[in-house]
């Protein structure tokens, strides 16, 4: 069962999420930002403006943390949606729990700037970084939804393949793997998923991002067919009921076939993106603390645990 905390959260987004599940571009917006910038990041929270590669974005560390360690973190949002300003709590408490600087990149949105848009300024970010003079085994990949699947890990095969040094390992947080929306619990009628009531929003993000006459299934769009041998470690944090939890599923047994060190947790009842998007309830909490060991034991030093949040 969930914590009562977290039961909250899903009664909240029952009696706030339209039942058809269909927002408009601009519902979808307001309602991105408005559940996630209204938390403020933690006082010992420090946030500065940058670009990474000419990308827009920011720096988010907790006081103390070293400038060693960097996660480029890529925030959700359906493609359309999101910003810096909505993960600064998420990041700051994950700083604390990896000792790294979170790199949070503002990339374009959809459906002004369809794909490859993001991904290449997930790509331009990361070779900022490297040109800057961060090894890349001091630095990993992660994003919520589809910043963690369809971007933090279509990133690593696209940075593979350009030649560039790929970095020490990823994270996402319930992601979108499959954009062919395929996945069994996708269009599951008996799914309980608070946020995603039936997919028809997977769907409409879907169409916001490709441009027409574009492969859903292309290597570069769905991370769950890329090639993924000789890719960096991977974790994966989704919740029981979602709809994208046979994506994460996937992904993983992909990996593992490939050869990739593959983690992924389950959490019962977990809301989608709930290390993000409900990070004050123990459900959060024990994520974090699980992606601070993820990626503190694969940067330089390894198993350096995490420093609590």
């Not at 408490?93 to 369809?114: G, M, T, W």
């Not at 290449?120 to 070779?127: E, Q």
């Not at 492969?215 to 470690?233: E, I, M, N």
């Not at 060991?293 to 949040?309: C, Y």
């Amino acid at each position: 069962m969930p914590s009562p905390q977290m039961q909250a959260i899903i009664d909240a987004l029952r009696d706030h999420i339209p039942q058809d599940g269909n927002f408009t571009l601009q519902q979808h917006r307001a309602m991105h930002d408005g559940m996630l910038a209204r938390r403020a990041p933690g006082e010992d929270v420090r946030i500065e403006a940058t670009t990474l590669g000419g990308v827009p974005a920011e720096w988010v560390w907790a006081d103390g943390v070293p400038a060693g360690r960097v996660v480029v973190h890529c925030h959700g949002g359906g493609f359309r949606a999101g910003s810096p300003r909505g993960s600064r709590q998420f990041a700051g408490r994950l700083s604390r729990a990896a000792k790294a600087r979170i790199a949070v990149l503002d990339y374009r949105l959809a459906p002004e700037h369809p794909f490859p848009a993001a991904l290449d300024d997930v790509i331009s970010g990361y070779r900022g970084l490297l040109d800057a003079g961060q090894a890349a085994a001091t630095i990993a990949f992660g994003g919520e939804s589809i910043g963690g699947g369809t971007l933090a890990l279509v990133a690593l095969p696209a940075v593979r393949d350009s030649g560039l040094p790929l970095p020490a390992s990823a994270f996402a947080l319930s992601p979108l793997t499959d954009l062919t929306l395929s996945s069994p619990a996708i269009s599951d009628p008996a799914g309980r998923d608070p946020l995603t009531r039936d997919g028809r929003q997977l769907a409409a993000t879907v169409r916001d991002y490709l441009p027409a006459g574009q492969d859903p299934a292309a290597p570069l769009v769905s991370p769950l067919y890329a090639d993924w041998s000789g890719l960096p470690a991977v974790h994966i944090e989704v919740g029981s009921t979602e709809r994208l939890i046979d994506d994460a599923r996937r992904l993983i047994e992909r990996a593992r076939l490939a050869g990739v060190p593959a983690t992924l947790e389950v959490t019962e009842d977990g809301v989608h993106a709930f290390a993000a998007t409900a990070p004050d309830t123990p459900e959060a909490r024990a994520a974090i603390e699980r992606l601070g060991r993820h990626l503190s034991a694969h940067f330089p030093g390894g198993n350096g645990g995490p420093a609590g949040i």
